[in-house]
T-cell receptor, first 115, second 110 residues
Framework: EAGVTQFPSHSVIEKGQTVTLRCDPISGHDNLYWYRRVMGKEIKFLLHFVKESKQDESGMPNNRFLAERTGGTYSTLKVQPAELEDSGVYFCASSHAGTAQETQYFGPGTRLLVL | GQNIDQPTEMTATEGAIVQINCTYQ??????LFWYQQHAGEAPTFLSYNVLDGLEEKGRFSSFLSRSKGYSYLLLKELQMKDSASYLCAVRDNYGQNFVFGPGTRLSVLP
């Protein structure tokens, strides 16, 4: 079974540009999460999809970030316009709904550097 | 507020036993997870505790005390490949998202 995949693995952009990150969850997982780790800090929650609906977006830092999950499969996270403080590693995770444990399985992350 | 503490770094010798502690203060509690993360790779699931006590899985064990807001991950018969960061994460009651600790970087020396 394929794990969570993320694309690209690395992205280097200039301040003011737009970047779109993609996450493909494990097939059949209704729950999809985005997290971010900025340099020297802990991994922090951004938002949670259940299928195509946003269940919780309380962690989104501001309106420059837009997440979508059309069709309830893969998800994209767009940053527009990017700022220096957006640099970090963006992780995606997915889990299977309906189990007590609901372990989240993580992708390898996208390393974003804004110059 | 939400706060999870772990030691930043630990060092141990190959073949030894190491215990990584995690203390948490969260607004709710619906399970505690430990993940292992090698540099540049995805965090991988190690263990899950939701009730007090010890969960054993091969060389790895995890303990939880909900009344103390405390967990530890115990690694036995350490191997060089165990050198990695170990992340403690708590799932709160109100959502399904995790609150992560800062991670403990473990170095296993020969």
């Amino acid at each position: 079974e394929a794990g969570v995949t993320q694309f690209p693995s690395h992205s280097v952009i200039e301040k003011g540009q737009t970047v779109t990150l993609r996450c493909d969850p494990i097939s059949g997982h209704d729950n999809l999460y985005w997290y971010r780790r900025v340099m020297g800090k802990e991994i922090k929650f951004l938002l949670h999809f259940v299928k195509e609906s946003k269940q919780d977006e309380s962690g989104m830092p501001n309106n420059r970030f837009l997440a979508e999950r059309t069709g309830g499969t893969y998800s994209t996270l767009k940053v527009q316009p990017a700022e220096l403080e957006d640099s970090g590693v963006y992780f995606c995770a997915s889990s299977h709904a309906g189990t007590a444990q609901e372990t989240q399985y993580f992708g390898p992350g996208t390393r974003l550097l804004v110059l | 507020g939400q706060n999870i503490d772990q030691p930043t770094e630990m060092t141990a010798t190959e073949g030894a036993i190491v215990q990584i502690n995690c203390t948490y203060q969260t607004s709710g509690f619906n399970g505690l997870f430990w993940y292992q993360q090698h540099a540049g790779e995805a965090p991988t699931f190690l263990s899950y505790n939701v009730l007090d006590g010890l969960e054993e899985k091969g060389r790895f064990s995890s303990f939880l005390s909900r009344s103390k807001g405390y967990s530890y991950l115990l690694l036995k018969e350490l191997q060089m490949k165990d050198s990695a960061s170990y992340l403690c994460a708590v799932r709160d009651n109100y959502g399904q998202n995790f609150v992560f600790g800062p991670g403990t970087r473990l170095s296993v020396l020969p």
